[in-house]
């Protein structure tokens, strides 16, 4: 489909069919990509005398189109007409944008094979709820700040206390799942907008897509895009499920090129820092990297004990210590594991009215639990204690009853049963067909002599922290 020129009043219909040749021409050079990316949205403007106006959205787009570009149309516009001298580039004005986007509306984008269904419902939703809403619980107050996040935490109460600073726009946020992100940039957002100034809009990726494509479809990519460039924060989450969605990475990008340039504040977060998210554009990428680039690391030990803590007090049941250092250590991977298994502790406890145990934690989280220990092997268990106590790996399942390489054996096992859902029969075969009663002797020996020896018992532990990662 040819696609339509707009033209702003003051140009004749001339000028507009040359306007069409020379972008033809310029399409042409550059290449369709290039061409989508930084020329599609020039709006043709009125001719005075020997100088043209052309306009374009943002400033960011006017300067890259000016320093890349600026020479080559004005040689294309004096081919075209002798009268042109001079090329003016211009940033458009917000009612100018109204006859850009309604191009776009008449010549939408092929919408992109990865793209949701648009339903009925989904089309009004585009037009009425830009955003989703924010969740109260997700507060500064309500973060455990510790060493893997304190950098994030203080880049985001940062941009909470003054959005749009230099250095810290965009604000990019990233780390594995469920460590945090979603919960910082809602506290951002819950504090920007609790002066109720500024306007805040959240959304993941996948949102934005989806509400990008059901605006195509409804023909509404004008209010869309005007929805979103007005906001005063623009919040993306899990920005890596643009990964390989073109049309929507450029639409973001387009995006968060005008807020930038009109100082809005962006915050965006990923499972990746920007260098590392292959599959997103080169140029898109780049400017993620431009402003503060925070990461979010693994929880540790000490984190997880206070995370879990502040949570347990919160809910008002009393968790004893020896329970919360127990999930600790089992559930390592997520901070979002480690509250639901809370969460299902507490909840039992209210339920019943019994008081959380030990043997009661065990019980009702047996199935998280369960999961949780596969991720260890005995194989694993049994060479991070050889190496530790520097005997020789093939002693884990031999004969030799020496106290050097015995005790370490006790050990594995101990660990083995620990950490692992393996019953005594398979520990003890792994461990040189030994019969399940030596396995049970092997773990009350290790237990009795951590409960005497204090640095034995630190070793034991220090193996299970690093088995448990
Ligand atoms: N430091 C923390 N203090 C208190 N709660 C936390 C902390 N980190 C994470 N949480 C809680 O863990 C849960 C998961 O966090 P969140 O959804 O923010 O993770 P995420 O990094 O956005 O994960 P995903 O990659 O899946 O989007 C939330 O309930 C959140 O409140």
Redesign the pocket.
């Known amino acids: 489909m040819p696609e339509t020129v707009a033209c702003m009043t003051g140009t004749s219909p001339d000028i507009a069919a040359q306007w069409a040749r020379v972008r033809e021409r310029l399409k042409a050079e550059v290449g369709d990509v290039e061409y989508r990316t930084w020329l599609k949205q020039i709006v043709l403007g009125p001719l005075e005398e020997d100088e043209i106006s052309l306009f374009l959205p943002t400033r960011f787009l006017r300067d890259w189109v000016r320093g890349q570009y600026g020479d080559r149309l004005q040689e294309l516009w004096r081919l075209e007409n002798r009268f042109v001298q001079r090329v003016e580039l211009q940033v458009q004005r917000v009612s100018d944008a109204a006859a850009a986007s309604a191009v776009a509306v008449e010549t939408p984008a092929p919408v992109e094979p990865e793209s949701p269904a648009a339903t009925p419902a989904s089309l009004s939703e585009a037009r009425h709820d830009l955003a989703a809403p924010l969740d109260t619980?997700?507060t500064f107050d309500?973060?455990?700040?510790?060493k893997p996040?304190e950098f994030a935490?203080a880049c985001a109460r940062r941009v909470a206390e003054k959005p749009s600073s230099p250095g810290f726009n965009p604000l990019f946020?990233y780390?594995?799942?469920?460590?945090?992100?979603?919960?910082?940039?809602?506290a951002i957002g819950s504090e920007l907008t609790s002066g109720g100034r500024v306007s805040v809009a959240y959304m993941?990726a996948e949102k934005f897509m989806y509400r990008f494509i059901a605006a195509i479809r409804s023909q509404s990519t004008m209010e869309f895009k005007e929805q979103l460039r007005s906001v005063d924060v623009l919040m993306i989450?899990?920005l890596q499920f643009l990964i390989g969605k073109d049309n929507t990475q450029e639409e973001f990008f387009h995006t968060f090129n005008a807020l930038v340039d009109a100082g809005r504040q962006i915050v965006v977060?990923a499972?990746k820092s920007p260098s590392d998210l292959s599959g997103l554009e080169d140029r898109l990428r780049t400017r993620l990297g431009c402003g503060m680039v925070a990461d979010?690391h693994a929880?540790t030990f000490e984190?997880r004990i206070?995370?879990l803590e502040?949570?347990a007090q919160a809910s008002g049941v009393s968790v004893p210590s020896k329970v919360l250092e127990f999930l600790a250590h089992k559930i390592t991977s997520?901070?979002?594991e480690?509250?639901g298994a809370l969460n299902r502790l507490i909840a039992h406890a209210n339920l019943f009215g019994r008081p959380v145990t030990l043997e009661s934690t065990q019980d009702v989280l047996h199935d998280i639990l369960k999961a949780h220990d596969r991720r260890v092997t005995i194989e694993e268990i049994q060479r991070k204690v050889s190496e530790h106590w520097n005997i020789r790996l093939t002693d884990m399942s031999s004969a030799r009853r020496a106290r050097a390489v015995a005790r370490p054996r006790q050990v594995a096992m101990y660990l083995a049963k620990q950490l692992t859902s393996r019953s005594l029969p398979e520990i003890g075969r792994k461990f040189g067909n030994r019969d399940h009663t030596t396995v049970m002797h092997a773990v009350s020996r290790v237990t009795e002599l951590m409960e005497r020896d204090a640095a034995f018992a630190e070793d034991v532990e220090l193996l299970r922290r690093m088995l448990e990662g």
């Open positions: 619980r997700f309500s973060f455990v700040v510790g996040n935490y946020l780390g594995g799942v469920g460590l945090g992100k979603t919960h910082l940039m809602h993941s989450d899990d977060s499972d979010i929880t984190l206070s995370i502040a949570k997520n901070v979002r480690l509250e």
